[in-house]
């Protein structure tokens, strides 16, 4: 949350002569961070972040009481000022008390007065100002005092027309709503309770407050408003916040009350606020406070071992200097032992429970920077996560990046659109309960649609290849999805170049033994591989797509099953290779890959088989032959030459173009 | 009829003209229409293979394919070196492979693991759909609690399977999802790996912890995207203190930044750190003065910029973590790999969105 503090605000609660400069500084260092120093209405103001658990800074006095205690260590004079509580001479009225049936478990503290004929005043010029310094909207004196008073001492506080409380019954019941119990807060906004908020109603059971949060219309100051009730109330903070994020009434009051404002402050804000209506509204009488407190705060009292402080700053403070900083925080604190000090802290600080607390209020207070800076020197840990392969990832990319495969990042979150085209139900994906947007509302199954659009959005690039490293998510019957990661790749070149691409990729990773196996009923390709134990993995597919883009999918887990970090070192031949070609004219439905599986199976001194050239349905294939203990003569290839002729010919497969040359090798 | 006599004469003939033509001032179209055109020689040669006879197309086939590869090779060849001379021309541009870029957020992890693998943290990756419990009640935020509205947290579309059973701050493992399921979200943070870190280690210490992974929150403008990278770290051992953050919070600085720039830490609060910290580092620009030529730097606030958060973990993670928080301390940090990266010298970008958009002008230039 953020505040703004005007400087000239400030230095009604803050004794100092330290500049904003200063202030902002040295309290951004020790306590809240000061974003910003503004000037508005020709003064400066500062814009501070004050965090969730710290609603005592969400004041002027608040921050007043953080500067005091920070300036001072830095050698500036800071005190906090005294708070002048005198009210000046009061008539006391006697208008009829409102009567209050409180239910102490959800509100710890009521306390109101009776403004007896307030003048209807517009507010007065230095208030406006403060106002407009503090972004808040001016309406009349009777009003703006309320949120003048909240803003300076942090306790939020409302004006009721007493009359109009009056005539609805006298009394004020605090309870709990039923569910669709009807109010309409002072703007005019109509609501329905869902049950369990925190109200004020009347005798006749009608909603006359939304407490802590905001007045109902029927009970709200007008301007023909005469005698004014000024409540202060403690709802639990629970409650507020239960009833201010369901009916979306997020006000002032709401964000500091759910948050614990210490009911304590109820009296010095009363105060405050009585001597504000005397200056500018000029009641003719005032009633005397009435105050129920059925349970005054009970403090902590936290043993904070000097063990415990030393461990966390990794130095050891001097008692003194401990003490006196938890004091100036207005802490009790009293020696227990050597060892030990017992500490109370105030009531507005409801956050410091445990010792380590207190660690942090010393140590920021001490100052941060003031701590050596090295690193641990304890043990490391030696428990790599065995089911993710980082190195393997980064090889990966690295390699298919110098392959020309450009690296994407999208999003998991995909359209209803894209979900549909990866090839499973839309049921089958899991899917937000509160999208922010229609192009994000599902966990993807596939990364290729992505993929697919990321390359449609590049359409004057028709050979972009681009690749992505990212999970796909499969749900899981009562568990958490199952998140996969995946390797999808989409080309605008050709199946040959891909899957060479895909090729050099597993020889990188010494994966042997890989297949390309046409699908029995999909028009794809299944990649496969064989694992160290010997074991056939699928690794993923490859396919054409209907407007001619490669894709191709792996799943990384598998990848990692049969990828090695080393080869398996072949002792080098010391004999010479025969390498030559042949020439075959493919019938009409054979398959490349049986006539190079056949021509490999005709003997095993053919090391190598690879596709040179293709002109019409002619192809031709090198041939690389290999005895590791003699070097082949042709008396020894001529009859493997025939055989794969006769092969290829008896199982219809093709036939030889041109004629069996023999080698030169004789 | 034709014979392959024939056919090889023509075929010479067609070369005689090529090496002609090279050496004369014919630009790479002009040779190309002319000897691979729709109408070209080669073209006008090919179409002769049909007036020969059954037995020596397969072989004129074969002179034809080799004869086209040469026109091709020789025709490419005179515009892709320059004329042999006996002085070499070394102003002639190189000709550069056609490689890919990684993505800039690969590079930044890969940066960013390095930098902490070196100091002995162990990588990993953790869940992105978790439980509620992970995310948020193993650190220290009960159910409802104010302190989640600080994540605009993403829900699944599944049910809370978690039976009413009532939370108790003094049993933080009582609600565990393997004991009662729960509500699925996306994670808002990293931070749902911290207790995880801990079963992992049988919430045995020590734990040096560095979980990169991808984070969800319901907002997205120039500088927030509904899904980002965040990396965490986490030190548990006995004697963990401050002094060790900032260390390794300087550390990472000299590293990833320079060896000038330095990070500093002020009060924050988080529910799952005590104390908690906002994290700065030194303005590499106005080299942490705040000040260019007198004139106040835009780039930092006085100096520093606001990287993310950290802390000493709460000991209420530590007890959901299973260890005991008399016996060992830690501390803990997360930030947003994006931010983090954009910090570096010449690299603030101005809409975060374009990390994940398919612009190649962009994702080239890394």
């Not at chain 1, 002027?60 to 300036?71: D, K, M, P, S, T």
């Not at chain 2, 912890?209 to 403008?221: A, E």
């Not at chain 2, 500093?264 to 994290?279: C, L, Q, Y």
Request: proline share 5%; hydrophobic share 35%.
């Amino acid at each position: 949350m953020n505040i703004l503090i005007p400087h000239s605000w400030l230095l009604e609660q803050l004794e100092t002569k330290a500049t904003p400069k200063e202030i902002q500084k040295y309290l951004s260092l020790c306590g809240p961070s000061v974003e910003n120093i503004i000037l508005k209405e020709g003064e400066n103001v500062y814009d501070i972040e004050v965090t969730t658990n710290r609603v005592d800074n969400m004041s002027v006095r608040g921050i007043a009481r953080e500067a005091a205690v920070i300036l001072s260590q830095f050698g500036l004079e800071a005190k906090l000022a005294k708070l002048d509580l005198s009210v000046g001479n009061i008539n006391e009225s006697k208008l009829p008390k409102i009567k209050i049936l409180n239910n102490p478990k959800i509100c710890k503290r009521v306390t109101y007065v009776i403004l007896e004929n307030i003048k209807q005043a517009p507010t007065p010029p230095w208030m406006i100002k403060r106002l407009k310094q503090i972004d808040q909207n001016v309406h009349s004196a009777l009003i703006d005092i309320t949120n003048y008073i909240t803003h300076e001492l942090g306790h939020p506080c409302h004006a009721f027309d007493y009359n109009k409380l009056i005539m609805s019954g006298g009394e004020i019941i605090i309870t709990e709503a039923q569910k669709n119990e009807k109010f309409t807060t002072l703007d005019g906004e109509a609501f329905q309770t869902l049950g369990g908020e925190v109200v004020f109603k009347n005798r006749k059971g009608e909603i006359i407050d939304l407490p802590s949060i905001k007045g109902t219309l029927n009970t709200s100051v007008d301007e023909k408003t005469t005698n004014v009730l000024l409540l202060m109330e403690s709802i639990v903070p629970k409650k507020v916040r239960y009833a201010s994020m369901t009916h979306a009434i997020r006000t002032i009051a709401a964000q500091l009350m759910e948050k614990g404002v210490d009911p304590n402050l109820a009296p010095i804000s009363m105060n405050k606020a009585i001597k504000l209506y005397q200056d500018l509204c000029q009641p003719d009488a005032v009633s005397p406070i009435y105050d129920d407190f059925p349970k005054p705060t009970k403090l902590p009292n936290i043993i904070l071992d000097k063990a415990t402080l030393k461990l966390y700053l990794g130095v050891e403070l001097e008692n003194k200097q401990v003490t006196q900083i938890l004091t100036d925080l207005e802490c009790l604190v009293t020696p227990k032992g050597q060892t030990q000090l017992i500490v109370t802290p105030p009531s507005f600080r409801s956050d410091l429970l445990a010792p380590v607390d207190l660690v942090e209020e010393i140590a920021r207070i001490y100052g941060y920077h003031r701590l050596q800076s090295q690193l641990m020197s304890t043990a490391l840990p030696l428990n790599p996560v065995k089911t993710q392969n980082f190195d393997l990832e980064n090889k990966i990319k690295i390699l298919l990046v110098h392959l020309g495969v450009q690296e994407f990042y999208t999003y998991s979150l995909v359209s209803e659109e894209l979900a549909k085209q990866s090839d499973l139900p839309l049921l089958e994906h899991i899917k937000l309960q509160n999208p922010l947007s229609e192009d994000m509302v599902y966990l993807r199954r596939s990364l290729i649609p992505s993929l697919v659009d990321a390359k449609k959005q590049n359409p004057n690039q028709p050979d972009l290849e681009v690749f992505e490293l990212a999970n796909v998510y499969r749900p899981q019957k009562n568990d958490l999805p199952k998140e996969e990661l995946m390797l999808g790749i989409v080309s605008g070149k050709n199946y040959r170049n891909l899957r060479g691409k895909i090729e050099v990729l597993f020889e990188s990773l010494f994966i042997k033994n890989y297949q390309f196996l046409n699908h029995q009923t999909k028009s794809l390709a299944t990649i496969v591989a064989t694992a160290v134990d010997g074991q056939k993995i699928t690794l993923g597919w490859i396919k054409v797509s209907q407007d001619n883009l490669i894709l191709a999918q792996i799943a990384v887990s598998k990848l990692n099953k049969v990828a090695k970090t080393h080869p398996v070192y072949q002792r080098i031949a010391k004999t010479s290779p025969v390498i030559e070609d042949l020439t075959f004219g493919l019938n009409a439905d054979t398959l490349v890959g049986e006539v190079i599986n056949t021509i490999r199976s005709a003997s095993k001194k053919i090391i190598n088989v690879q596709l040179k050239t293709i002109y019409r349905n002619n192809l031709t294939f090198t041939i690389t032959y290999l005895d590791k203990e003699t070097n082949l003569t042709n008396l020894v290839i001529q009859p493997i030459r025939e055989k794969i002729v006769k092969m290829i010919e008896d199982k219809k497969l093709a036939h030889l173009v041109g004629t069996l040359v023999s080698s030169k090798h004789d | 009829m034709l014979n392959i006599k024939d056919l090889e004469a023509k075929i010479t003939l067609v070369k005689n003209t090529l090496d002609q033509d090279l050496s004369h001032n014919l630009s790479y179209l002009q040779l190309k229409t002319k000897y691979l055109g729709k109408h070209g020689l080669f073209k006008n040669i090919s179409e002769l293979i049909t007036q020969l006879s059954p037995a020596e197309k397969p072989q004129a086939g074969q002179k034809l394919n080799q004869f086209k590869l040469e026109l091709e090779k020789l025709i490419s060849l005179k515009f892709t070196q320059p004329q042999p001379k006996n002085k070499v021309d070394y102003t002639v541009p190189g000709l550069q492979p056609k490689i890919a870029k990684l993505h800039p957020i690969s590079q930044a992890i890969m940066e960013i693991s390095q930098i902490f693998e070196k100091i002995g943290f162990v990588r990993v990756r953790y869940p992105e759909v978790d439980w509620d419990w992970y995310v948020f009640e193993s650190l220290n935020m009960p159910p409802e609690h104010p302190a989640r509205d600080e994540w605009e947290t993403f829900f699944i579309d599944t049910p809370d399977t978690s039976q009413d059973v009532s939370y108790d701050e003094k049993n933080p493992r009582l609600r565990h999802p393997s004991l009662i399921g729960g509500k699925q979200v996306l994670t808002t943070h990293t931070s749902n790996g911290q207790v995880r870190e801990m079963e992992r280690v049988g919430s045995q210490p020590p734990i040096r912890m560095i979980n990169i992974s991808r984070c969800y929150r319901r907002q997205q403008d120039a500088t927030h995207t509904q899904m980002f990278h965040q990396f965490e770290g986490l030190v548990i051992d006995k004697g963990i203190n401050i002094q060790h953050l900032k260390g390794t919070l300087d550390y990472f600085a000299k590293e990833f930044y320079g060896p000038s720039v330095q990070s500093r830490i002020r009060p924050f609060h988080f529910r799952f750190t005590e104390p908690s910290f906002e994290v700065d580092f030194s303005c590499h620009i106005c080299g942490g003065t705040g000040k260019i030529d007198n004139q106040k730097c835009k780039f930092c606030k006085s100096g520093w910029h606001e990287v993310g958060g950290a802390g000493m973990v709460h000991p209420n993670v530590l007890k959901a973590g299973g260890i005991n928080p008399e016996e060992y301390t830690g501390f803990a940090f997360g930030w947003g790999v994006e931010r983090t990266y954009t910090l570096k010298p010449g690299l603030s970008i101005d809409d975060i969105r374009l990390l994940y958009s398919s612009d190649l002008r962009f994702l080239t230039q890394f």
